[in-house]
């Protein structure tokens, strides 16, 4: 088992940044992919960046260039720093694991809300 928890979520103007963190515990070793996901207002959950345990990193289109995914192997924590925030990256963030024998894991979430 592997449990994910999300933080650094809140409030930011368009232009601002933020840092998302996930902290795993638990069978962290068998984590091979990391991602992040988010969902806006009835809109599904969309894949935003994944790093692999080899430090493969992929981002969607929409964040490219903006946003990088990271980790500390020591902290079991993957971050998410967000740049250039714009209003349409309002969403809950979510962040899900994918260990061996494609077991998946999800944090809890974690809002961001980009005023204009």
């Known amino acids: 088992q592997v449990q994910l928890v999300e933080s650094g979520g809140g409030v930011v103007q368009a232009g601002g940044s933020l840092r998302l963190s996930c902290v795993a515990s638990?069978?962290?070793?068998?984590?091979?992919?990391t991602a992040w996901y988010r969902q806006g207002p009835g809109n599904q959950r969309d894949l935003v960046a994944f790093?692999?345990?080899?430090?493969?990193?992929n981002y969607s289109d929409s964040v490219k260039s903006r946003f990088t995914i990271s980790r500390d192997n020591a902290k079991n924590t993957v971050y998410l720093q967000m740049n250039s925030l714009k209003p349409e990256d309002t969403a809950v963030y979510y962040c899900?694991?994918?260990?061996?024998?494609?077991?998946?894991?999800w944090g809890q979430g974690t809002q961001v809300t980009v005023s204009s």
């Open positions: 790093i692999v345990s080899d430090g493969t990193t």
């Open positions: 899900k694991a994918t260990a061996s024998y494609n077991r998946v894991y």
């Open positions: 638990g069978s962290t070793r068998s984590v091979i992919v």
